[in-house]
């Protein structure tokens, strides 16, 4: 089944940067993020296919701003934050997933795809 686990949250004032981790293990192929602040709904941040160079995919929110990255050596995933903003405050939780078909992607929309979940890591960017 695997496991993947979250790491590198904390706090930021805005315009900051965080690094996120991910490590996992397993048989996977595809990792992404998502967050939750209180009162609301998950929300895909972005997600990378892991082989090779990997397509990546990112929220309207996190374009230009973060970057998902992969090293492959070390089995995990980052999610690199720059330019903060007080509404990227959020539990950010990491996910991963195999997508077993040619036509599947690992857009973070898929949800199906992302069977192996974390406990979240603490994100708070103060004004």
Same mark, same amino acid.
């Given at each position: 089944?695997? %496991? @993947?686990?979250?790491?590198?949250?904390?706090?930021?004032?805005?315009?900051?940067?965080?690094?996120?981790? !991910?490590?996992?293990?397993?048989? +996977?192929? !595809?990792?992404?993020?998502?967050?939750? /602040?209180?009162?609301?709904?998950?929300?895909? @941040?972005?997600?990378?296919?892991?082989?090779?160079?990997?397509? $990546?995919?990112?929220?309207?929110? /996190? $374009?230009?701003?973060?970057?998902?990255?992969?090293?492959?050596?070390?089995?995990?995933? +980052?999610?690199?934050?720059?330019?903060? $903003?007080?509404?990227?405050? /959020?539990?950010?939780? !990491?996910? /991963?997933?195999?997508?077993?078909?040619?036509?599947?992607?690992?857009?973070?929309? %898929?949800?199906? @795809?992302?069977?192996?979940?974390?406990?979240?890591?603490?994100?708070? @960017?103060?004004?």
């Amino acid at each position: 089944q695997g %496991n @993947v686990m979250e790491s590198g949250g904390g706090s930021a004032q805005a315009g900051g940067s965080l690094r996120l981790s !991910c490590a996992e293990s397993g048989n +996977f192929n !595809c990792m992404g993020w998502w967050r939750q /602040a209180p009162g609301k709904e998950l929300e895909g @941040v972005a997600s990378i296919f892991t082989p090779g160079g990997g397509d $990546k995919y990112y929220s309207e929110s /996190a $374009k230009g701003r973060f970057t998902i990255s992969r090293d492959n050596s070390k089995s995990t995933t +980052f999610l690199r934050m720059d330019t903060l $903003k007080p509404e990227d405050s /959020a539990l950010y939780y !990491c996910a /991963a997933g195999l997508a077993k078909e040619y036509w599947m992607t690992c857009n973070y929309n %898929n949800t199906s @795809v992302f069977t192996t979940w974390g406990q979240g890591t603490q994100v708070t @960017v103060s004004d």
